[in-house]
Every structure is written in structure tokens, then in C-alpha cells.
């Protein structure tokens, strides 16, 4: 058993940044590929990005790369979310989920999700 928790977002001007951060419990935190989803209302949840056991493998969303970093520190059970020159699209709740899988980028292969973060944006 994963428990994930999010902090980190809040209101923050276009332009911006934000770090999220997501807390792991549990000892087994650096045997789970770590990601990152977004939902805005009314639409489904994205995948933003995903990083390997390790921390030497990550994979970006098209729609956020070059303006997203994702990180972890095994030694600390944590990821974090990097989000520079943050535009109004990017509101939404943002989700770290942990899996199982190698890669993996659709939500059905997370085992474990956390309550999310809100990231408003305003122009």
C-alpha cells in the first residue's frame, strides 16, 4: 500500500512558476514509476509526466515539454513537479499516481493515486 499526498499549488499569476511536491508513505517508494495527471473541470484527466524507479527515465506529455521538469528523491519518498512560465491552460487539479509499470502514461496503469493539488492560473 501507496499513500500519496500532494502540496504545493495554489494561485499564481501567467507567467509564474510552481514546484509540486508529493509525499509517499510506505518503504517501498523507489520500486514505483512516479507520475503526474491533470485535470481541469469538465474534462478528462491528462497525463502530464512520468518518471522511472530510478529517477534516470522521464517521459513529457507533448502539450507541456520544455516548461515541465519531473524529479524525485528516493532518500525522501518524494516527487516533485516543476512548472515554469505557467499559462491560464494550465489550471487544473493536479495528480501524482504511482505504478507498477515501466512507462507508463494512461491512467489505468497506476495503482495509487493522491487527492491532488489545485493550480489556478489567472491571466
Known amino acids: 500500500q501507496v499513500q500519496l499526498v500532494e502540496s504545493g499549488g495554489g494561485l499564481v499569476q501567467a507567467g509564474g512558476s510552481l514546484r509540486l511536491s508529493c509525499a509517499a508513505s510506505g518503504r517501498t517508494f523507489s520500486s514505483y514509476a512516479m507520475g503526474w495527471f491533470r485535470q481541469a473541470p469538465g474534462k478528462e484527466r491528462e497525463f502530464v509526466a512520468t518518471i522511472s524507479r530510478s529517477g534516470g527515465g522521464t517521459y513529457y506529455a507533448d502539450s507541456v515539454k520544455g516548461r515541465i521538469t519531473i524529479s524525485r528523491d528516493n532518500a525522501k519518498n518524494t516527487v516533485y513537479l516543476q512548472v515554469n512560465s505557467l499559462k491560464p491552460e494550465d489550471t487544473a487539479v493536479y495528480y501524482c499516481?504511482?505504478?507498477?509499470?515501466?512507462?507508463?502514461?494512461?491512467?489505468?496503469?497506476?495503482?495509487?493515486w493522491g487527492q491532488g493539488t489545485q493550480v489556478t492560473v489567472s491571466s
Open positions: 499516481a504511482a505504478a507498477l509499470a515501466r512507462v507508463p502514461t494512461r491512467p489505468v496503469e497506476y495503482d495509487y
